[in-house]
C-alpha cells in the first residue's frame, strides 16, 4: 500500500486530539495488574502496542504470546511473566526475534527468574517459568534500552526484599526512567534515586483510578506541521505543558523554529512567528530519542544544518533509524550522515531536484518514519509513503488527522 499527502494550503488551522501516551498507557497497564486493581485505566492508548499489551495481560486460556512488533510490550512482559506462576511462551515479529533482550534476561535469572530462549541465544522467543523473585542488589549497564530498566522497576516493589538497582555509565533516556518512577509513585510507591542508585523496598501497589494523558511523542508530528506550515493555529487536544513524559521538552525545543505554545484548559494551542532560523541545530537526545527523526527531517525541509548526538538507541528500535534516515532523506536530496556511533549530520547542502520529487519513502516496519515524513508535504507539495498504515502502532488516527487539517491523502 502507498499513500500521497499533497499540501492543498500552506496554512495548518483546526483541532486534532492526540492518541492517548503510548509510553504511560503500556506502564500502567503492567502496574494495574500487579496491583491487582478493580479500576480499569480509563483513556487507553489505541495503538497497537498497548492492544497488544491488554489482550496479554486479560489473557487467561493460552501460555502462548504473540507481542508482534511491541518492543516495549516484550520487555515489560519478559519480567511482568517472569514472576506470574506458570510456564509461559513469549514471541514477536521477524525483527523483533532480532532485538536483543539479554541484557534483561539475565538481570532477571541473576533475580532467580528462569527464562531460557528457544532458538538464537540473546534473542527471543522465550520460554518463561514464572515463580517467586528475590530481590537485592543488581547492577545493569544505563547505557542500554531504557525499557529494560523500567521492565525491571516495575516489578521491583514485587520481588521479595525489594531491588536496589545500580546503573553504570551514561544513562540512557533518563526521563523514561522517571516518567515509571513517576507513574509508580501515583500508585503509592516508594522510592528513592540518589545518583546511579535506585532503591525500591518491598511494598504493594496500592490500586486507583487513572487516566492517561494525551501522547508528547505524537504531539511532535503537529509542532513539525506548525513549524513547516506559512502559518499555524493549531490545537493539540489532551496536552499538558506540565507533563510526566520528558518528550514535553520540545515545546522549548521548537521555539528555535517559530513555535509558541500556549496552555489551553482543552489542550495545548501553537501559533507561528517569524524567527530567525539556528545557522546550525545542535541537539542531544539521550533523553529523548523517539522525537530525533521529527527533527531530522524537520530541518532538512527548513534548510538547517544539524548535527545530532545520543541516538545509540536507534539503531535497535523497530528498525535501525539512523540507517533509515540516511536512506530515506537521500531521497530528497540531502546526504546525511553519522560521523561518531549514535550520531546524525546534515552540512545543509540540498539537491532540490530530488526534493521537490522524491522517490517514495519507505518505513521499515516503523511507525515514526511515516510519522515524520509525511508533514513534509507542506514544503515540498506532495509526498508518498509506503506502508502508511505502519502509524497504527503508536497513531491509528494520524490519516485522519491531516485530512482534518486540509491534507490531502489517497
Known sequence: MQFTVTAKTKSIKG??????????????????????????????????????????LQSSD?????????????????????????????????RMQQRPIKILVDALNHLGAKIEYTNKEGFPPLRILGSNLKGGKLELDGSVSSQYITALLLIAPTLEGGLELSLRNRITSASYIDLTLRLMARFGIDYRWAGSLITIKEQAYKPVPFSVEADWSGASYGYELAALSQDADLLLEGLELDSLQGDCVQAEWFKAFGIVST????????????????????????????????????CVCKGVPFHFTGLETLKIKETD???????????????????????????????????????????YHDHRMALSFAPAALVNGQIRINDPMVVTKSYPGFWDDLKSLGMNVE
Do not use: C
Not at 71 to 92: N, P, Q
Open 15 to 56: 483541532s486534532i486530539a492526540l492518541p492517548a501516551s503510548k509510553s504511560i498507557s503500556n506502564r500502567a497497564l503492567i502496574i494495574n495488574a500487579l496491583a491487582y486493581s478493580p479500576y480499569p485505566i480509563r483513556n487507553l492508548s489505541d495503538s497497537d502496542d498497548t492492544r497488544v499489551m491488554e489482550k496479554i
Open 321 to 363: 533509524r539512523i540507517s533509515a534516515l540516511i536512506n530515506e532523506l537521500a531521497k530528497m536530496g540531502a546526504n546525511l550522515y553519522e560521523p561518531e556511533p549514535g550520531e546524525l549530520a546534515w552540512d545543509g547542502q540540498l539537491d532540490e531536484t530530488l526534493f521537490f520529487d522524491p522517490k517514495p519513502i519507505d518505513t
Open 62 to 94: 493460552t501460555p502462548y504470546f504473540d507481542v508482534g512488533h511491541a518492543g516495549t510490550a516484550m520487555r515489560f512482559l519478559t519480567a511482568f511473566l517472569s514472576k506470574i506462576v506458570g510456564e509461559w511462551h513469549l514471541t514477536g515479529s521477524e
Open 263 to 298: 496552555q489551553e484548559k482543552n489542550g495545548v494551542r501553537l501559533t507561528r512567528k517569524e524567527v530567525r532560523l539556528p545557522d546550525k541545530y545542535v541537539r542531544n537526545f539521550i533523553e529523548n530519542p523517539d522525537i530525533a527523526q521529527t527533527f531530522a527531517v524537520l
